[in-house]
Structure formats: structure tokens, C-alpha cells
């Protein structure tokens, strides 16, 4: 158990901003491990911004509590999902190799399309978020046990998405300069089935309030499906900033896709 601990404490540190205990590092052999936890992490970091929403929207109008929410997400994870969608959007839209896209991925400045990509992105799950507390009535603010279980079941199931990546496909640098060289290298069947648990159990209890919500990991997955084939055709694998660009992409589509199956319960 103390073991474990540690695990999840180092993959804790590595995808938030949360403290950890002061003898957590980023030892090597418990980053690979730490990949299990990944989707837990989604727990947290839903939760979080769940409460935000909230307790924002007793103050303000929702409007303005979703926009709290969404930032409370990125505060918490110091937008670690974010920058790697924007530098996939930067490298793979101006990159026309391999080398090229990981080098302008490398660069820590943010370009034309890493800009256009996140403010698209934003604007986006604004709207999906909004949409799904203010018009679909999907979300009630008189059961919080649902309300809560759909912002966590986003934020697991595309961590899942990403993380799955790891699981089936090769990491594409050949050199220590990505963040999520330590995750990439290996891992056992307990991080396969650590994270498919951790990932798909929100989502499993919601579907007990209505169980055709579980159709919303077909467009999930199909999603993680084609941005890792697209991954593997430019890059011949993922990088950490690809796994970021498939987390957020994921986390909105499960949104857009509760919403395009609300219109047919």
C-alpha cells in the first residue's frame, strides 16, 4: 500500500500542481507505473472544477461559473493538457516532417496555430459545458451525485484515451527532451487495467442513472483511434504533447457526444 502510494503521489506531482509529500520525485521506474493512476487523476481534477461550477453558480450566473470551472481545471494541472494541444497544433500544422514537427514541438513559444487551436478549443468546451447545464437539462443542480459523475467521467475517460496511446503505440523521440519520456517506456498489464478501472468507473456509475449515456465512449474512442493513426503517420509514434492534444480533444468530445445523445433518451 505504501508502494502504491507513492505511485499515485509521483503521478500526482507529474500531471498537477497539487503538493505532494516532500520524498516524491520523478523516479523513472514509478513514472512508468504512475500511468495507471492517470485517469484517477481525471477524478480529481473533475471534481475540482465540478465544485467550482458550483459553488461559482450560487454567486454568478452560469456563464461565468463554467468559465471558473474550466479555469480552475487548467490552474490545477497548470494547463499541462493545454500546451500539448497547442504545440500539436503548431508542429503538425507547420511541419511537413517528422523531424520538423517534433523540432517546432520542442519550442516552448506558441505560434499562429497553437493560438487559433486553443482559443477554438475553448470556445468550444465553453459551449459544450454550457450547453449541457443551461439547455439540455442533462445537468441538475438538484443531483449532485449525477452532476458531479459527468464532469469526472470527461475528465477520466479522455485521460484513458490518452493514456491508451502509451499502451499501443511507440514513443516517437529518440532522446530525453519530452515530458513524457519517464511514462513511455514500459508498463505491465496492472497499468493497462489500472487505468481502463479508474477511467471507465465514473462513467459506469452514471450510466446507472441512464444507461445510454455509456454510447458517448464510441465517438471517444474513435476520436483517440484517428489522432493516433494520425500521430503514427507523421511522427511514427506519439510524444507527451500529442498525449495532451488527445486528452483535450477526447474531454470535449465526450461532451459534444452526451449532448448528441440527450436529443435522442
Known amino acids: ?11 500526482l506531482m507529474f ?3 497539487i503538493p505532494c509529500p516532500k520524498n516524491i520525485d520523478h523516479n523513472p521506474d514509478y513514472l512508468n507505473k504512475a500511468s495507471r493512476y492517470f485517469p484517477l487523476i481525471g477524478w480529481i481534477v473533475g471534481g475540482i472544477s465540478f465544485f467550482v461550477y458550483y459553488l461559482s453558480s450560487i454567486l454568478f450566473t452560469n456563464e461565468i461559473a463554467v468559465i471558473l470551472a474550466i479555469i480552475a481545471g487548467i490552474l490545477t494541472t497548470g494547463a499541462f493538457h493545454e500546451d500539448g494541444f497547442a504545440d500539436v497544433c503548431d508542429g503538425f500544422g507547420g511541419g511537413w516532417t517528422k523531424e520538423k514537427i517534433l523540432l517546432i514541438m520542442k519550442d516552448s513559444a506558441i505560434g499562429a496555430y497553437g493560438s487559433i487551436g486553443l482559443v477554438l478549443l475553448f470556445l468550444l468546451k465553453f459551449e459544450a459545458i454550457f450547453n449541457l ?8 443542480l438538484k443531483s449532485p451525485i449525477y452532476n458531479i459523475l459527468l464532469f469526472v467521467s470527461a475528465h477520466s475517460i479522455s485521460r484513458l484515451a490518452a493514456v ?20 513511455a517506456q514500459k508498463f505491465t498489464w496492472k497499468e493497462v487495467v489500472g487505468a481502463m478501472l479508474f477511467g471507465l468507473l465514473p ?15 464510441v465517438p471517444v474512442f474513435i476520436a483517440r ?5 494520425y500521430f503514427q503517420k507523421w ?4 510524444t507527451g504533447d500529442c498525449l ?3 486528452q483535450q480533444v477526447c474531454e470535449v468530445i465526450f461532451y459534444l457526444s452526451i449532448i448528441g445523445i440527450w436529443k435522442f433518451i
Open 225 to 229: 483511434f484517428f489522432l493516433a493513426r
Open 203 to 217: 462513467l459506469v456509475i452514471l450510466s446507472f442513472f441512464q444507461w445510454q449515456l455509456l454510447l458517448a465512449l
Open 1 to 11: 500500500m505504501k508502494r502504491q502510494l507513492h505511485i499515485f503521489f509521483t503521478a
Open 235 to 238: 511522427i511514427d509514434g506519439y
Open 164 to 183: 491508451s496511446i502509451v499502451f499501443t503505440h511507440e514513443y516517437s523521440r529518440e532522446d530525453a527532451s519530452s515530458k513524457s519520456k519517464p511514462i
Open 133 to 140: 447545464i443551461s439547455k439540455s437539462e442533462i445537468i441538475n
Open 244 to 246: 495532451g492534444a488527445t
Open 15 to 17: 500531471y498537477t500542481r
